[in-house]
Nanobody, 121 residues
Framework: QVQLVESGGGLVQPGGSLTLSCAAS????????MGWYRQAPGKQRELVAA????????NYADFVKGRFTISRDNAKNTVYLQMNSLKPEDTAVYYC??????????????WGQGTQVTVSS
């Protein structure tokens, strides 16, 4: 089992930026591909972005493409999500978890508590 702890969320105005961090309890290099998911109240959890084990392959959902950047620092056991040009519809709880090697959604570990992102003026 892997413990995942998300942080970095908060309240931001439309057009603003936030950087989220996901710290894992053991080597994410050994774990493999990782992704960021989000869930808004009353909606299904959706995959936002995914990155391969070594960072050579990245995929984004259409609704964040061009605005968000996923990255990873395997030495720090941490995955990041840089969010720019935030919109109110980005408001959700953001989680990290594993993904399939082809970068499609497939959570492999227990969900962490997530971090709340609220975009509002």
């Amino acid at each position: 089992q892997v413990q995942l702890v998300e942080s970095g969320g908060g309240l931001v105005q439309p057009g603003g930026s936030l950087t989220l961090s996901c710290a894992a309890s053991r080597s994410i290099f050994n774990i493999g591909a990782m992704g960021w998911y989000r869930q808004a109240p009353g909606k299904q959890r959706e995959l936002v972005a995914a990155i391969s084990r070594s960072g050579g392959s990245i995929n984004y959902a259409d609704f964040v493409k061009g605005r968000f950047t996923i990255s990873r620092d395997n030495a720090k056991n941490t995955v990041y999500l840089q969010m720019n040009s935030l919109k109110p519809e980005d408001t959700a709880v953001y989680y990290c978890n594993g993904v399939e090697p082809n970068l499609q959604a497939s959570p492999r570990w227990d969900w962490g508590q997530g971090t709340q992102v609220t975009v509002s003026s």
